[in-house]
């Protein structure tokens, strides 16, 4: 006999700390496959209509919940079957529509419509690289600006740094953003005139930041990520480099997800400004066991105005991520 959703519910909180979300629909636990330190943090979803299981944050994913259900006990997982049946019909494709319908995972679908609406980037953009010898004063100007922000050619070419004469991008340094798969997801542009007042010196492609891993297709995941604040302080930093288009790193980004997934090695190089947010991300990435460094970039205003050697400099001396490292920050704001 088909159980109901209350059935299942039942059965599930009589040996699990769940959390039923508001539609009634979706059953969160802690997840026993990325087995995160803190069993409160329940990112697993269980899809009690559907009869499918994922995590959000290790992407873990299924229809066998007695499978899933083992991990926690093997007597449960096989009462399990009389509540959860595997819907062999179409399995994939109602796999795939299930969980497009999660509310803890809606996002992802909003993410794709909302970058093919709003990202307006310049159809007439050129890479800089490939335009030394401009005749056009504006592509000159523009050339001489990214000279003096420490741009060398060799960041030229991997930040695909470059211009468009369009009136919205026209006198900026433009620098776009690919995906994995080498689509653009994120631009920004930098007027060049500082002193320009009748408008803002930033102009930013209109997406969800957290869906947006920036320039992904330079990223080895296997490697040490050097995390900056901006586009702009990627010019000082090694290759292996991303940004986080502000000053926080939360569980609801997708790079915070990525570098969880792959384990990666963090170097975090905020401006010395927001050490205490340098403190919280490093704080929640080493509570999923993430190794975090944290330079020390009190030698400049920002990253943005060091040279590319006093950042190696700081990259080289940069501290590890410790509870210790964190109480004694705390004594010294006191």
Known sequence: MKKTISEKVNFLESFLDTSLSNDGVNINIWCPFCRHENKNKKKLSIHLKNNIFHCWLCEKKGSNISYLISKFSSKKAEEAKKYFSVNTNNKSQDLFNAIRNLNNFSFDSEENEECEELINFPDDFKLLANNFNSTNPDVRDIFRYALSRGIDKHKLWLLRVGFSLQSEFRRSLILPSLDNN????????????????????????????????????????????????????????????TCLLGSSLTEDMKLFRKIINNNTEVNLALDSDVYYKSIAIADLLSSYNINVKILDTRCAEDVGDMTKKQFQSCLETAIIYSKEAKLLSKIAAL
Not at 182 to 198: A, E, K, Q
Not at 214 to 237: A, Y
């Open 182 to 241: 080498g689509l653009i997801n994120f631009y920004t542009s930098r007027r060049i005139d500082v002193d320009t007042s009748s408008s803002f010196k930033y102009n930013n492609a209109k997406v969800q930041k957290k869906n947006v891993i920036f320039n992904e297709i330079n990223i080895n995941w296997s490697l040490p990520l050097t995390i900056v604040e901006g586009p702009l302080d990627l010019i000082k930093t090694n290759d292996n480099a």
